[in-house]
């Protein structure tokens, strides 16, 4: 096999930042998911419909419900990036992207891409509420623009780095009563 699959099927070292708030996503995704699911009961059971089939797809809509809102678990370490969904994880090396794309749309989206073909997509807000996790980041990338790989996202890197500083001070001043 070729340097690709080398470099993407060892298993990465030891995660040096991650996504605080990973737990509270999935705590409110479970939640939810069961509210939904209690409301269908409830509301079939008060009307006098409720039968062991409706039961049954209400019980498959809240499962959708949960697969859909199931947040991506975000690691970084010396290097590397992943993002672990329900089925999969992607990993990307930061130390050697090669573009970087904010993608607007209904949610904010930041596609990495590295130059051995990995690919990660997660939501920009997990870096602004994670500054280790953004630090981890932008020190790997910035070995990447130094080495000429990263191409495309020098931009979107600076805009990120922008909105992180400026959560930050934003919190310094709450914290500190100086709002």
Same mark, same amino acid.
């Given at each position: 096999?070729?340097?690709?699959?080398?470099?993407?099927?060892? !298993?990465?070292?030891? !995660?040096?930042?991650?996504?605080?708030?990973?737990?509270?996503?999935?705590?409110?995704?479970?939640?939810?998911?069961?509210?939904?699911?209690?409301?269908?009961?409830?509301?079939?059971?008060?009307?006098?419909?409720?039968?062991?089939?409706?039961?049954?797809?209400?019980?498959? &809509?809240?499962? &959708?419900?949960?697969?859909?809102?199931? #947040?991506?678990?975000?690691?970084?370490?010396?290097?590397?990036?992943?993002?672990?969904? &329900? &089925?999969?994880?992607?990993?990307?090396?930061?130390?050697?992207?090669?573009?970087?794309?904010?993608?607007?749309?209904?949610?904010?989206?930041?596609?990495?891409?590295?130059?051995?073909?990995?690919?990660?997509?997660?939501? #920009?807000?997990?870096?602004?509420?994670?500054?280790?996790?953004?630090?981890?980041?932008?020190?790997?990338?910035?070995?990447?623009? !130094?080495?000429?790989?990263?191409?495309?996202?020098?931009?979107?890197?600076?805009?990120?780095?922008?909105?992180?500083?400026?959560?930050?001070?934003?919190?310094?001043?709450?914290?500190?009563?100086?709002?």
């Amino acid at each position: 096999m070729g340097r690709r699959d080398d470099a993407h099927a060892q !298993a990465p070292a030891h !995660a040096s930042a991650h996504d605080r708030l990973w737990r509270r996503d999935l705590r409110d995704t479970f939640r939810c998911a069961g509210a939904l699911l209690v409301l269908l009961l409830v509301v079939d059971h008060l009307t006098g419909h409720f039968t062991l089939w409706r039961g049954a797809l209400w019980l498959a &809509l809240a499962v &959708l419900l949960f697969v859909v809102l199931y #947040p991506a678990r975000v690691r970084a370490g010396e290097g590397w990036l992943s993002s672990r969904g &329900l &089925l999969r994880e992607r990993r990307v090396r930061t130390d050697r992207l090669v573009s970087v794309r904010c993608l607007d749309g209904i949610s904010q989206r930041m596609v990495l891409r590295d130059e051995l073909g990995g690919r990660v997509e997660i939501d #920009p807000a997990v870096l602004v509420t994670n500054p280790d996790l953004w630090h981890r980041v932008s020190e790997d990338s910035r070995r990447s623009l !130094a080495s000429g790989t990263l191409t495309c996202g020098a931009t979107a890197l600076r805009r990120i780095a922008e909105r992180v500083e400026r959560e930050t001070a934003e919190t310094v001043f709450k914290v500190s009563g100086l709002e």
